[in-house]
């Protein structure tokens, strides 16, 4: 069975520390997709990126980078500098092969920047 | 391009109802996946459509239900309310293609008394 965990459930950080967001996935299935959402208060959920299983490559996206690492199902979230914007619920998100796609949410990660 | 929206906004409604939220996906795309977000469950797939039909369920009651137009916009339904369904339903489109990422709609938050 599908899962994802994310142990976090808040942080608050100092505005231009750097933060990672943790995020441990189980899945049975061979290819499978990884993601995070960001949800500011307006509610809306922002995709940020999706990985799939046979790129372990890292990527960095501005002050936002992702390291994928199979051998631990880890697909952790770094932001570095943050800043107040940076405030939100930052979601990881799986997608297995099987099953048609639908998103499987972990439990999410309160971020506060605090100025 | 203009994102997914979502009408209405917010609605309040009394237990024993029904509700009706729908959901007009970012042009182009033919899949719109609808979920339940709560405090206690979290976020929740409910169900896809793609090219009107069902494709993907959930594991909610058949209270909840849904429905896909010709232009790709879509409706979710449910009846009988109860207080457990408070929460923000929120209305996600993509092109269909597997795994493309979905871009996600403001939400509805609907509100049971």
């Known amino acids: 069975a599908q899962k994802v965990t994310q142990a976090q459930t808040e942080i608050s950080v100092v505005e231009k520390e750097d933060v990672t967001l943790d995020c441990v996935y189980e899945t049975r299935d061979t290819t499978y997709y990884l993601f995070w959402y960001k949800q500011p208060p307006s509610g809306e959920l922002v995709f940020l990126i999706r990985r799939n299983s046979f790129d372990e490559q890292n990527e960095i996206s501005g002050r936002y980078s992702w390291n994928f690492q199979k051998s631990t199902s880890s697909f952790n979230f770094t932001i570095t500098a943050s800043q107040v914007v940076d405030s939100a619920v930052y979601f990881c998100?799986?997608?297995?092969?099987?099953?048609?796609?639908?998103?499987?949410f972990g439990t999410g990660t309160r971020l506060t920047v605090i100025p | 391009k203009a994102g997914v929206t979502q009408t209405p906004r917010y609605l309040i409604k009394t237990r024993g109802q029904q509700v009706t939220l729908s959901c007009s996906p970012i042009?182009?795309?033919?899949?719109v996946s609808w979920y339940q977000q709560t405090p206690g469950q979290g976020l929740q797939f409910l169900f896809e459509y793609f090219s009107e039909t069902q494709r993907n369920k959930g594991n909610f009651p058949g209270r909840f239900s849904g429905r896909q137009f010709s232009n790709s916009r879509s409706e979710m339904n449910v009846s009988t309310l109860e207080l457990g369904d408070s929460a923000l339903y929120l209305c996600?489109?993509?092109?269909?293609?597997?795994?493309?990422?979905?871009?996600f709609g403001p939400g509805t938050r609907l509100t049971v008394l």
């Open positions: 998100a799986l997608s297995e092969e099987t099953g048609a796609n639908n998103l499987f």
């Open positions: 042009s182009g795309h033919r899949s």
């Open positions: 996600a489109s993509r092109t269909g293609q597997e795994y493309n990422e979905q871009f």
